[in-house]
């Protein structure tokens, strides 16, 4: 993790602003959604409280015969209430009409039939009033109370237009206003029950990666039940584990140094213990004689054990430099070490091409080949009656996912006591005398190299493989 990533975001950043974004947004859209519906029901009742005034109107004058008779006085309130210039009252084929004295011929009508009462239609009456409407004369059409009578209404659009901006304004601050109060609630309540419980997560994992080590960091459960509840007590969980791994890691790496230092002056001291039964071993005494060889074979074993262990501790510190090597050299060399080249006993077969050069740590390698090699040689000595010669061979093979090195023996294959705990450093020894280290280091070496190493199954012999990416390969 970067540093800058390992910052929490501020209080209005991050989760909180999308948060309330998102909430806003989505209020807006649904008020948008409803604010159609919503303003062609404005617009209908607003037509609807006209043309009532209208209808009003048509009863007088389906109640007198001439429409001049009636009182001016009269009419102009009829007309002023319904805020008409003119009323018409059409019934059987016949009209009549009252208007006001300066009433203006219309030059363009938009007719608001409110007989056609379908949604669609409303909506787009209103769309159309918003956006056309201005200077527009508007006809409203309707039934009057009598059968097959029709009333209509003229006079100029602007003050409905008005009324439905004034009526748009309110429902878009009214709307600003929910927006910003569910926005604000739902952010509390959210920001209450999510938000700062992951806050306080993050904070915690973020204190506690810098200090592992420190106990007091470990992050104390709540009661909750839900998922952030959960989370809470894995985290708890992990971080104890990872405490207590910590603590005995440290623990062990203050023991291998104490036994590390303990084996360095063991061995010095069992060196020493060696050069006096070289001594002894001359005498001419024929108990001494006798005796002699066997102390200075469990002398040998000693140092060698102290040996390895001290080799262990170095070797898998280090890691690899790698080199240019040539293989074949490479491995006659650990043939060489392992006491393979020139043995008596066993065959020892090089099957590694001629010029063939790997990008490898050459001493880290030449290990993991010696520790194999030296298996295969002490498998073979162990047994005495042999079906076929004995005989180590290495073969290699080159593929396009690298390098496949195998070393082979025609020996007795693994006890399963050595199959149960393979690799295993201490663990894997299944003959007097080892340690159990061979394997686990090699592992460890190839490993570092990006490589690995494996036992495969075969019969008779043992066989394990050496697997190099093929970016170790340099010819
Ligand atoms: N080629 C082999 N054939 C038969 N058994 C093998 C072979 N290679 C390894 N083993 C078994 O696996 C065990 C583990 O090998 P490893 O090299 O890890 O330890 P070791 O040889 O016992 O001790 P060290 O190598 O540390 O001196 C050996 O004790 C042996 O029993
Ligand atoms: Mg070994």
Known sequence: MTAERSVLPGRFSGLSIKLIATIIMVIFAV??????????????????????????????????????????????RLLNSAGADAIVYRREGQSQLIELDNAV??????????????????????????????GRTLRIVGE?????????????????????????????????????????V??????????????????????????????????????????????????????????????????????????????HDLRNTLTSAQLLSDQVATLDDPKVQRLAPRLVTTLDKAIGFAQSVLDYGRESAAPPVPGP???????EDAAFDARLVGHPGIAFVNGAPEGLSINVDAGQLARVFVNLLKNAREALE??????????????????????????????PGLLPRARANLF?????????GGTG???????????????????????????????LPTSAILR
Do not use: C
């Open 186 to 263: 739902l952010y509390l309540v959210v920001r209450w029950v999510f938000i700062m419980p992951v806050r306080r997560l993050t904070e915690n994992m973020l204190a506690y990666r810098q200090a592992p080590e420190n106990a007091s960091l470990i992050i104390t459960p709540s009661q909750r039940r839900d998922e952030i509840g959960i989370m809470e007590r894995e985290l708890a969980a992990m971080e104890q584990d990872l405490f207590s791994m910590l603590r005995q890691r440290r623990h062990l790496a203050d023991l291998g140094l104490a036994v590390a230092k303990i084996n």
């Open 144 to 184: 009057g109370d009598r059968d097959e009578s029709l009333v209509e209404l003229l006079m100029p659009e602007r003050p409905l237009r008005y009324d439905l901006f004034t009526y748009s304004r309110d429902f878009f601050l009214i709307s600003l206003i929910i927006a910003f109060i569910t926005a604000a």
């Open 105 to 134: 011929t219309p030059t363009v009508a938009v007719t608001a039939d409110m007989r056609l009462r379908d949604p669609m239609t409303l909506i787009m009456g209103a769309v159309d009033t918003l956006l056309g409407g201005g």
């Open 437 to 467: 280290l061979g394997l686990a280091i090699a592992r460890e070496l190839v490993e570092a190299h990006g490589g690995h190493l494996q036992w495969v199954e075969q019969s008779p012999g043992t066989r394990f493989e050496v697997s």
């Open 325 to 331: 090597v040539d293989l074949r050299t490479l491995i």
């Open 424 to 432: 295993v450093a201490f663990e894997g020894s299944a003959r007097a």
């Open 382 to 411: 162990s047994v005495t009656a042999f079906p076929t010669p004995p005989e180590v061979r290495v073969e290699v093979t080159q593929s396009e996912d690298g390098l496949v090195i195998a070393v082979t023996d025609n020996g």
């Open 31 to 76: 008020e948008i959604v409803v604010y159609l519906p919503s303003i062609a029901n404005y617009r209908a009742s607003w037509l609807d409280d006209r043309l009532r005034v209208g209808v009003v109107a048509a009863r007088v004058l389906d109640a007198v015969p001439d429409v001049m008779a009636l009182p001016r006085a009269l009419t102009d």
